[in-house]
């Protein structure tokens, strides 16, 4: 059982917005940066937003990332078949004193 | 542009240790900026992040994995290493090494940049 809990799916038309949350405690979001990776099928986890609501070089505006309390949300913008894959959450767990990630979101444009 | 290609034996008996590398290019394992990291991803368990190096030797570990594994990084090769030691059938994952990116203040590091990622099957 993840630390992190994501919902394990989420679904949409395309073109259409979802939304991916990721809960926590005061231990891990409440007090540290949240990143989030986007997963294809078969590949290797990939950056999206990292300290909470930032995108690296390359990244479309289309992913977006927020944080509130000890919760964090993925946003995903104009939904592509592209973006089918799943998505993971993912900080430092002070008390733990270890990275920690969610289960992983599969998201699957309808 | 920076790559990271894991390597090591595909397959590694139960008790045995189980030895990865790290091959960085394009870019410098001494860049003062970053750590380098190991993850793995099993069904059964998702992402576990197993650990960090840093070049000037530092480490920090899982503390679920800490007593079995050693993180190196050899900055005269620009890779860095992984050891886990004692493995089960529970070891058996696909193994990542990313570039972790140091924070000015704050915890939560980001992984930058990950290995396209190397299936071990711990079995006899």
Do not use: M
Request: charged letters at 10%; one cysteine or more.
């Amino acid at each position: 059982q993840s630390v992190l809990t994501q919902p394990p799916s989420v679904s949409a038309a395309p073109g259409q917005k979802v939304t991916i949350s990721c809960s926590g405690s005061t231990s891990n979001i409440g007090n540290n940066y949240v990143s989030w990776y986007q997963q294809l099928p078969g590949t290797a986890p990939k950056l999206l937003i990292y300290e909470n609501n930032k995108r690296p070089s390359g990244i479309p505006d289309r992913f977006s990332g927020s944080k509130s309390g000890t919760s964090a949300t993925l946003g995903i913008a104009g939904l592509q078949t592209g973006d089918e894959a799943h998505y993971y959450c993912g900080t430092w767990d002070s008390s733990l004193s270890s990275a920690v990630f969610g289960g992983g979101t599969e998201v699957t444009v309808l | 542009q920076l790559q990271l290609q894991e390597s090591g034996p595909g397959l590694v008996k139960p008790s045995e240790t189980l030895s990865l590398t790290c091959s960085v290019s394009g870019g410098s394992i001494s860049n003062s900026s970053y750590f380098w990291g190991w993850i793995r991803q099993s069904p059964g368990r998702g992402l576990e992040w197993i650990g960090n190096g840093f070049y000037t030797g530092r480490t920090s570990y899982s503390p679920s994995l800490k007593s079995r594994v050693t993180i190196s990084v050899d900055t005269s090769k620009n890779h860095f290493s992984l050891k886990l030691g004692s493995v089960t059938a529970a070891d058996t994952a696909v193994y990542y090494c990313a570039r972790v990116r140091r924070l000015a203040s704050g915890s939560g590091s980001p992984l930058d940049n990950w290995g396209q990622g190397t299936l071990i099957i711990v079995s006899s």
